[in-house]
């Protein structure tokens, strides 16, 4: 059994900066793909970041350049940076862990509210 607790977030103003933080606990010996993801109301839950055991990163085009996924292997937490934040990052985020890309069983945080407005 995992566990995935996050911590950070919250409200920020335009152009300001959060981390977000997920540690897992249990039997994480095979979570090799951590990630973030966001859902904003009304829309679908995305892909943020994406980390891979291969030290592979990817990112949503809509934040490249902005946030930075980053691990510690030893803690097994993943973290979000965010820079330069946007109205429109404004959403709610949750980590997500698992084996490999192609797995089907998959561990997600409780989510975390992270708004940006002035």
């Known amino acids: 059994q995992v566990q995935l607790v996050q911590s950070g977030g919250g409200w920020v103003q335009p152009g300001g900066s959060l981390r977000l933080s997920c540690a897992a606990s249990?039997?994480?010996?095979?979570?090799?793909?951590m990630g973030w993801y966001r859902q904003a109301p009304g829309k679908q839950r995305e892909l943020v970041a994406q980390?891979?055991?291969?030290?592979?990163?990817n990112y949503a085009d809509s934040v490249k350049g902005r946030f930075t996924i980053s691990r510690d292997n030893a803690k097994n937490t993943v973290y979000l940076q965010m820079n330069n934040l946007k109205p429109e990052d404004t959403a709610v985020y949750y980590c997500?862990?698992?084996?490999?890309?192609?797995?089907?069983?998959?561990?997600w945080g409780q989510g975390t509210q992270v708004t940006v407005s002035s």
């Open positions: 980390s891979t055991g291969g030290g592979f990163t």
């Open positions: 997500k862990m698992r084996a490999t890309v192609y797995s089907l069983n998959a561990y």
């Open positions: 249990g039997s994480t010996f095979s979570l090799n793909v």
